[in-house]
């Protein structure tokens, strides 16, 4: 992941280790979110805690997930009543409030299995001019995901190629 960064505010230093996004999603839909993050990146569950809810409602909602798909990690939960009143799905938001990057070296794999698995193109994949292939999509809980590749580093002595002329 690169070097550690170390911060200090003038009397300790800190070392951050990685910022994993904590999505909420509508009750009772972060298990869907799970089996959708498990197809669409082949994400795999670390941990899952279910919140204690009366008897009489059938599904449990979901209190923390912990997912995992290569380096990249996650966490999601169901938006409960204790959650607080400063954190929302998107729903709440009519959009999202932030997009989740993905690096991976291969987009366009990545940005199809997302769309097979219900996943909507927000931007088609495209060479951007600061250096990545990517694509954006909206998954169906209301998170914006882009899928990016660095382009490969040339030797700067290579002539460019040109259409013949």
């Not at 694509?135 to 190629?161: M, N, Q, R, Y």
């Amino acid at each position: 992941m690169g070097e550690q960064q170390q911060a200090t505010n003038g009397k300790q230093a800190c070392v951050y280790n990685a910022c994993i996004p904590h999505l909420v999603v509508d009750a009772p839909r972060a298990a869907d979110a799970i089996s959708f993050y498990k197809r669409a990146f082949g994400a795999e569950e670390v941990a899952k805690t279910l919140h204690k809810r009366k008897a009489d409602q059938e599904m449990p909602l979901i209190l923390h997930a912990h997912l995992k798909f290569g380096s990249a990690e996650i966490m999601l939960c169901d938006k409960v009543e204790e959650t607080s009143p400063n954190v929302q799905p998107p729903s709440a938001l009519n959009g999202t409030a932030a997009i989740m990057h993905v690096v991976t070296d291969n987009v366009d794999a990545a940005f199809s299995k997302a769309l097979e698995a219900g996943a909507k193109e927000l931007e088609p994949i495209a060479d951007q001019q600061w250096g990545v292939r990517y694509g954006k999509v909206l998954d169906p809980f209301g998170f914006a995901w882009i899928f990016g590749t660095p382009f490969k580093e040339t030797d700067s002595k290579e002539e460019p190629v040109t259409d013949g002329q």
